[in-house]
């Protein structure tokens, strides 16, 4: 069974205020329903197991770029939000954090009983890989969030992060069952021992496969370890440097947002009335539904669709947030009873964002594009959770403007 990949975090403190936890919770389940009417529940559970995408998907929705929060935020708003629907959708959302990843096992052996899938050995898949990543690997973080997200199909994704109190780092664990042949698979990046049903004490005498490979994982350098699968590792600065964004594929997206290069595209008709910014938010939200995995690379590029509510880069445009939720809600409202032509217009703004960026030539002054945005943020309803954001010194507020 082998690790998809993991991602190292910032420790950062605080709450996501209501009113940004609810417009994510509005943006988040017309994606999760865009990816699956798109690439279908499996490929909405490979997704998850990918940690650049991951962090692609909760910077789009508004959350701090680099922050551990990131995993707490989308696990909770996914649960929240599929848990209605999710027989509806094919997709369950289990575990938590602290005290609620411990229910884990009880609530996979319910969505058994709900879809007819083994509960036990899905309960099993989800204390192993709690066990490895905790135990087995003797890295110095200790796991307080683990989630479980299972399709109706059976394909899973283990999403877990643990703490390192000493250097005030958190590294976050992603695992796909795409890769599962058996419990004995490539030791250095495994769960290890044969599958002889639910063992779980992996230090019974029946389990000697296991502790030898455990014993092997623990003795192996972390380095050496991490390079076998994709490794996120973002910095501790808290605001967006130059280097972290990729600017010929954040450059063709505000250009493609300007109204006066758009306005000559037959495919853009249905999102008539959209502004610029919208478009700018709208495009972004639509490379994290239809982008491949090579383009997540960057993840703090997404950060320029809603902000983040430290102002950082810039604060939540909550107006262009309400418009984004509604053309998704609307687009797959449309798409569910057969027209599917609002939703393709939306696939459309990142196919023509990366046709643009071969012969784009960005501009790569930062700076202006984060004070332009900072500055125009009142124009659009800019909260941060140091209140709304106002009108430069001089100018005055135009509701027209």
């Known amino acids: 069974m082998a690790r998809s990949g993991t991602a190292d975090l910032t420790l950062h403190g605080g709450q996501v205020p209501p009113w940004l936890l609810s417009r994510m919770k509005g943006l988040g389940l017309p994606m999760v329903e865009a990816i699956i009417l798109e690439h279908g529940k499996e490929g909405f559970i490979e997704r998850m197991a990918d940690p650049f995408w991951f962090q692609s998907f909760g910077t789009v929705i508004g959350m701090d770029w680099n922050s551990s929060g990131v995993t707490t935020t989308v696990l909770n708003v996914l649960k929240q939000v599929i848990r209605p629907v999710s027989k509806q959708l094919g997709i369950y959302v289990c575990g938590g954090k602290g005290k609620h990843s411990l229910k884990t096992p009880l609530e996979l052996q319910q969505v058994g009983m709900r879809t007819g899938l083994d509960g036990d050995y ?51 664990y992603h695992w796909h069952s795409g890769a599962v042949s058996s419990f004995v698979k490539e030791p250095h990046t495994a769960v290890c021992g044969q599958n002889q049903g639910n063992i779980l004490n992996l230090v019974h005498k029946e389990a000697q496969l296991t502790q030898k490979a455990m014993l092997n994982i623990a003795k192996e350098h972390p380095d050496k370890i991490i390079k076998e699968f994709p490794h996120l590792i973002v910095p501790g600065y808290h605001h967006i440097r130059p280097k972290d964004v990729d600017f010929k594929r954040l450059g063709s997206i505000l250009w493609l947002a300007q109204e006066q290069e758009t ?40 950060a320029f669709a809603h902000g983040g509510k430290d102002a950082i880069p810039f604060p939540v445009p909550t107006r262009v947030y309400d418009e984004t939720i509604c053309a998704m809600q609307a687009a797959v409202q449309k798409a569910k009873i057969g027209h599917s032509d609002k939703l393709n217009a939306i696939k459309k703004l990142t196919q023509m964002a990366q046709q643009a960026e071969y012969n784009f030539e960005p501009n790569n002054n ?6 332009k945005e900072s500055s125009d943020s009142y124009k659009y309803g800019g909260r941060s959770i140091f209140g709304y954001a106002k009108p430069p010194k001089g100018k005055q507020l135009d509701l027209f403007d």
């Open 122 to 172: 899905l309960a099993h898949c989800s204390k192993l890989s709690a066990k490895v990543d905790n135990t087995a690997l003797q890295d110095g973080f200790q796991l307080y969030i683990h989630n479980f997200l299972v399709s109706d199909t059976g394909a899973w994704t283990v999403v877990q992060q643990g703490m390192n109190n000493k250097n005030g780092k958190a590294r976050r």
């Open 263 to 302: 306005k000559g595209f037959e495919e853009l008709l249905l999102l008539k009335g959209m502004g610029p910014r919208t478009l700018q938010s709208l495009t972004l939200v639509s490379e994290v539904i239809h982008g491949t995995p090579s383009r997540f690379s960057d993840p703090a590029r997404f």
């Open 366 to 371: 930062f700076e202006a594009l984060v004070e």
